[in-house]
């Protein structure tokens, strides 16, 4: 344990008297020459130079990988509105919902200026809700481009809501759902968020560990207490329970592991959310209704058919009395209305 406080002071020392400059500082034997300090280095956009000179000059592919990103941002969003409102389970929205009131806090109190390789997208989230892009796919049909002298809208960097929201629903998947494979997949396409991210500068590699830190630990209270207001039951709640722990592969436990495992259930009562109330109220009418309409229908047409045999009798009864013989035409339609069926011979 020594050994290991040891080494773990002497590389945060390192850390703080040697912080990284990029690759121009690294090797340079110039101990005479002045580092300017005022310019935000990272090690982020070093690794990912050669795909923001590919998206440099392809604004095409700016845009599209900005829509898909929004795609997956609007679906993690839809998915916990579907656990709050339909399922009961409101642990995932109340950790949604303290990230991001933590991360506006953070940003009211630091502002962090947007890198200036920044490549603009009006098909990134939330700018897509505001830059005209969605009515023009929507109602016209169209792609534009975004234009190249779009200017940059101020916007909280710090730190990253795009990877917390997809970290806490794919933990949120796996681990109280009990589906590895969708938890898996969705912290797959969070790979490539932050390679997108990264490649278009648009969130600082600070920004994507802190976020996705804050997405397995620090919201785990909030879920806790999302977990005590449910009023969905447990078996609603998770599938399999402790699911997460049978899980063997190394890389499986490094990236779902949690402090509090099975998120804080609380609740054992089984209560249908007011949604679901509708609905099945709204279900049931429309039933009713249509049981009565066709109970009416059917009441309706019986009344007819009725009325029209009564009719029938009469004029047979009529024909009978004045002894007006039909012609053997009307014979086999009328015969189980005659009182005499020999009445109406030729």
């Known amino acids: 344990m020594i050994f290991v406080i040891l080494f773990l002071s002497n590389l945060n020392y390192l850390v703080e008297s040697n912080p990284t400059r990029g690759t121009t500082d690294i090797g340079d034997g110039d101990t005479n020459r002045t580092i300017d300090t005022t310019q935000i280095v990272d090690t982020g956009f070093v690794l990912t130079s050669n795909f923001h000179k590919f998206f440099h000059t392809n604004q095409l ?54 890198s200036p390789e920044y490549l603009q997208s009006n098909y990134d989230f939330p700018d897509v809700l505001t830059s005209g892009a969605l009515q023009q796919m929507l109602f016209h049909l169209s792609f534009p481009l975004t234009p190249s002298s779009t200017s940059v809208p101020p916007f909280v960097s710090f730190f990253s809501g795009h990877v917390a929201n997809t970290v806490m629903v794919a933990n949120f998947t796996y681990l109280r759902r009990g589906h590895a494979r969708w938890g898996k997949f969705i912290h797959f396409l969070n790979i490539l968020q932050v390679v997108r991210l990264l490649s278009t500068r648009g969130h600082y590699s600070i920004d994507i560990i802190v976020g ?135």
């Not at 909030?222 to 402790?242: M, W």
């Not at 004029?315 to 209305?337: Q, T, W």
């Open 212 to 346: 996705w830190i804050v997405a397995v630990y620090v919201c785990s209270p909030a879920e806790k207490l999302g977990s005590y207001f449910s009023n969905a039951s447990v078996n609603e709640i998770q599938n399999s329970v402790h699911y997460w722990a049978t899980e063997k592969a190394w890389g499986s436990e490094l990236m779902y592991v949690e402090v509090n495992g099975v998120g804080g259930i609380t609740r054992s009562d089984q209560q249908k959310t007011p949604l679901r109330q509708l609905v099945s109220r709204t279900t049931k009418n429309m039933s009713e209704q249509s049981k009565r309409g066709r109970k009416n229908a059917s009441l309706y047409l019986q009344n007819f058919v009725e009325q029209r045999n009564q009719q029938l009798r009469n004029f047979k009864e009529a024909c009978v009395d004045r002894g007006i013989v039909l012609p053997n035409l009307y014979e086999s339609r009328m015969a189980p209305y005659m009182p005499d069926k020999n009445t109406f011979g030729l």
């Open 61 to 114: 592919a700016v845009d599209i990988g900005a829509l898909l990103n929004t795609l997956l941002v609007l679906g993690c969003q839809a998915y916990a509105a579907y656990m709050s409102f339909w399922v009961g389970d409101h642990g995932l929205m109340f950790r949604i919902l303290f990230a991001a009131s933590l991360r506006g806090f953070c940003g009211w109190f630091t502002y962090l200026p947007a």
